[in-house]
């Protein structure tokens, strides 16, 4: 799953660690970024055994979206951006993964775009609770304005106030599934 390694994620189902895992964007503002993760999600993995047989799909709760700011965070929820009323979580489904690139199905405020993410697996091995784990990294970068969200701004010169390149940033540990785990 990395440009680094060819070795195979071991077959099952993995399901996402939310406590050992993060769903984090940046995003241009005025002239610096700003960044923020969302802090409820779920996923998984599903591995045939062999270097490209990696699926994967993610469910993210919009509403949990923390920037550090409970004003802006409230408007990111809000009509203007997320619209969490109307059109619920974030999704991604894999359709394809060659070992360093997976490519989805992304959909944000019910608009479903095609994206690529750059992944790298950083491991698998034992944990101390008897689990097996997998780390993996992975980015993306997005238009919002792909996705409806258009909200921004205008300042001097013919500048705005928000850029439209989202950098979404995925840091993961996943566990193999017991009742999946390999026998020895």
Not at 55 to 68: E, F, G, M
Not at 112 to 126: A, P, S, Y
Not at 171 to 181: F, K, N, R
């Amino acid at each position: 799953m990395s440009a680094t390694t060819t070795t195979a994620l071991p077959a099952g189902t993995w399901s996402i660690d939310p406590s050992h895992s993060e769903v984090a964007f940046t995003v241009r503002h005025i002239m610096s970024k700003v960044r923020g993760q969302f802090t409820r999600f779920e996923g998984a993995l599903v591995s045939d055994g062999t270097p490209g047989g990696v699926s994967a799909s993610a469910t993210v709760d919009l509403n949990s979206v923390d920037t550090r700011d409970e004003q802006r965070d409230g408007h990111l929820r809000s009509k203007d951006f997320f619209g969490v009323e109307e059109h619920g979580p974030m999704t991604f489904t894999s359709t394809s993964y060659d070992g360093s690139k997976a490519t989805g199905e992304l959909t944000i405020k019910g608009v479903t775009r095609t994206v690529e993410l750059d992944v790298d697996v950083l491991g698998t091995g034992g944990d101390p609770w008897g689990g097996t784990r997998v780390g993996i990294e992975a980015t993306t970068r997005i238009s919002r304005k792909d996705y409806g969200i258009d909200f921004n701004i205008p300042l001097d010169g013919g500048k705005v106030m928000i850029g439209d390149t989202i950098t979404i940033l995925l840091s993961v540990q996943a566990v193999l599934q017991a009742d999946e785990a390999p026998t020895a």
